[in-house]
T-cell receptor
Framework: QKEVEQDPGPLSVPEGAIVSLNCTYS??????FMWYRQYSRKGPELLMY????GNKEDGRFTAQVDKSSKYISLFIRDSQPSDSATYLC?????????FGPGTRLSVLP | DARVTQTPRHKVTEMGQEVTMRCQPI?????VFWYRQTMMQGLELLAY????????DSGMPKDRFSAEMPDATLATLKIQPSEPRDSAVYFC????????????FGEGSRLTVL
């Protein structure tokens, strides 16, 4: 079992839909949880990070962490074609970062 | 606009040749990582440095890969000799040593070894 699991998709949604992206992890030592967006042939771009359990909102993006179930989510409201990218979750403690394989999202106009 | 800068962006070389990739971390960031990304394996940690000292290079094939930080503004990753299986995108990332999850990536160096 990998430390961080993520459905690779691909996931296709119509413009304006609410998107839900999810990851599970196995190591309870993880303290920080991140979501990265990666466009084709670009580097991963840090979207959001949260510490421990809870929600964090930034514009159309909401990150949720449930440490009791080792489950992290990213919600995208009013999705746009420009949101089409691969989304990677990541978990961290100390200098140890573990990334999920990424979910490829396509938002269709 | 603070960002991690990597060169070259693309490199095509022949098997057996030496390849050097360079990274300029964000100014003030003292922890630098090298990752390799492939379709099959995703993002894999190769090595990381704190205050220019290598702390973990267990992800690197030691016989052909080497990573250094000659100074605080430059990290290098060298492959000698290169092999076709080294074809991948190599990312540099940097962060402050403080214990947060804010890790910032460069745009990557896409390596093709023929």
């Amino acid at each position: 079992q990998k430390e961080v699991e993520q459905d690779p998709g691909p996931l296709s949604v119509p413009e304006g839909a609410i998107v839900s992206l999810n990851c599970t992890y196995s190591n309870s030592a993880f303290q920080y949880f991140m979501w990265y967006r990666q466009y084709s042939r670009k580097g991963p771009e840090l979207l959001m990070y949260t510490y421990s359990s809870g929600n964090k909102e930034d514009g159309r993006f909401t990150a949720q962490v449930d440490k009791s179930s080792k489950y992290i989510s990213l919600f995208i409201r009013d999705s746009q074609p420009s949101d089409s990218a691969t989304y990677l979750c990541a978990c961290n403690y100390g200098q140890n970062f573990v990334f999920g394989p990424g979910t490829r999202l396509s938002v269709l106009p | 606009d603070a960002r991690v800068t990597q060169t070259p962006r693309h490199k095509v070389t022949e098997m057996g040749q030496e390849v050097t990739m360079r990274c300029q971390p964000i100014l003030g960031h003292n922890t630098v990582f090298w990752y390799r990304q492939t379709m099959m394996q995703g993002l894999e940690l190769l090595a990381y440095f704190r205050n220019r000292a290598p702390l973990d290079d267990s992800g690197m094939p030691k016989d052909r890969f080497s990573a250094e930080m000659p100074d605080a503004t430059l990290a290098t990753l060298k492959i000698q000799p290169s092999e076709p299986r080294d074809s991948a995108v190599y990312f540099c990332a940097s962060k402050l040593a403080s214990n947060t999850g804010e890790l910032f990536f460069g745009e990557g160096s896409r390596l093709t070894v023929l």
